[in-house]
């Protein structure tokens, strides 16, 4: 019912910046949270960063400080602006979002982030 997907990922060098963005479209919704995770390899997937339709955000320790997420209800889309990335940020970035009164995720396909050197 709801589709997302993302772009902005690629291939940076220790300290640089990306941008994730996230389009959502689908049939009839209102999105509730939304939220960017990303999964590394041989690790389970972790929560980055969330925010909820009023902006209150969310982070996780790890990139707190580094990275800002944001979103703009009317086009339904969530934006993750990564500063100062490390190797360790190296991950499939997912897109995710949830329909007001309904507890259900939506993800997107993923975009590779890839930060060396």
């Known amino acids: 019912q709801v589709q997302l997907v993302e772009s902005g990922g690629g291939l940076v060098q220790p300290g640089g910046s990306l941008r994730l963005s996230c389009a959502a479209s689908g049939s009839n919704f209102r999105l509730a949270n939304m939220g960017w995770f990303r999964r590394a390899p041989g690790k389970q997937r972790e929560l980055v960063a969330t925010i909820t339709r009023s902006g209150t955000t969310n982070y996780a320790d790890s990139v707190k400080g580094r990275f800002t997420i944001s979103r703009d209800n009317a086009k339904n889309t969530v934006s993750l602006q990564m500063n100062s990335l490390k190797s360790e940020d190296t991950a499939v970035y997912y897109c995710?979002?949830?329909?007001?009164?309904?507890?259900?995720?939506?993800w997107g396909q993923g975009t590779q982030v890839t930060v060396s050197s």
């Open positions: 995710n979002a949830r329909r007001t009164y309904e507890n259900v995720d939506y």
